[in-house]
C-alpha cells in the first residue's frame, strides 16, 4: 500500500491488532483478513499480486494476462520475512543519495521504486532507454505526465516486429511495460511529476546492488 501524501492517515487493522501509517509512506499487509480505515481524506494506491485472485479477475485488463507471456516466468513469491508476516511500513521521506537509484522498497512479493520526483519535463538529451529480458515493469503516474516509448528488437522473424510506441499518459495512469521491448520514459508535465515503478516479484538486479533496498533486512532473498 502506498500513501503518496504527507497529510493522509490511515489504519490497517489485523488479526495482530491496529497499526497507525501516517503519510508519505509504504506499508506491506499480511496475507490473510484485514481492513484499512482512512483517517483523513487523500490517496491510497493499494497493490495485489495474482495470489489475490478475486481481486485479479476483477481487474479491469484480466483479460490481457489470462494466459502466460513467453518471456515472463509465473509469479512465485520469495521467502518470508523473518519472524513471520505482519504489517510493515516505511516512511519515504528519505534523503537523496546518489550512489543508489530512487526509494526501493521490497516485500515478498512486491518491489516499488518510488523515483525521484521530477519538476518540468525531462531533459531530452539524459534519457535511458533499456530493456528487462524477463519481467514485465508497471510505471504508476501518480501525478504529472509522462510519455513512455517503446522500441521492439527486431528478429529473424519479421512478422514479429513493431513500430515504435510512444504513449502519453496522464496521471493517474499505469502502463505494462513487457519484455524485451526496449524502453525510456519522459516526463512532460511542467508541475510535479512522479512516477513509480513496481516489480512483482522484487527485481534481484536491484536486490544485488549494495544499499538499494533500503527496508532489505526486513526480507531475505531467495536463498538466504
Request: charged content about 20%; hydrophobic content about 35%.
Amino acid at each position: 500500500m502506498i500513501v503518496p501524501d504527507a497529510e493522509t492517515r490511515v489504519e490497517i487493522i489485523t488479526a495482530d491488532g491496529t497499526t497507525f501509517v501516517p503519510g508519505y509512506s509504504v506499508a506491506f499487509v499480511p496475507p490473510g483478513k484485514s481492513s484499512i480505515r482512512m483517517l483523513t481524506g487523500g490517496t491510497l494506491v493499494r497493490l495485489f499480486t495474482p495470489k489475490s485472485q478475486d481481486m485479479a479477475d476483477a481487474a479491469s485488463n484480466a483479460e490481457s494476462f489470462r494466459g502466460t507471456h513467453p518471456n515472463v516466468p509465473s509469479f512465485q513469491p520469495w521467502p518470508e520475512p523473518p519472524g513471520g508476516f505482519r504489517v510493515r511500513w516505511y516512511t519515504l521521506d528519505v534523503p537523496e543519495d546518489p550512489s543508489r537509484f530512487g526509494r526501493i522498497y521490497r516485500c515478498a512479493t512486491f518491489m516499488i521504486n518510488y523515483l525521484t520526483p521530477r519538476i518540468g519535463p525531462r531533459a531530452r538529451d539524459k534519457v535511458s532507454p533499456h530493456h528487462h529480458d524477463d519481467f514485465e515493469q508497471c510505471s504508476l503516474a501518480l501525478s504529472g505526465s509522462f510519455t513512455h516509448h517503446l522500441r521492439w528488437p527486431w528478429t529473424t522473424n519479421m512478422n514479429a516486429w513493431r513500430e515504435d510506441e510512444h504513449l502519453f499518459c496522464e496521471s493517474p495512469s499505469i502502463c505494462v511495460i513487457p519484455p524485451p521491448s526496449i524502453h525510456t520514459t519522459t516526463a512532460e508535465g511542467e508541475g510535479v511529476n512522479q512516477l513509480v515503478d513496481i516489480f512483482a516479484p522484487p527485481r534481484m538486479d536491484f536486490s544485488l546492488k549494495p544499499g538499494w533496498v533500503l527496508n532489505e533486512a526486513d526480507y531475505p532473498m531467495p536463498g538466504q
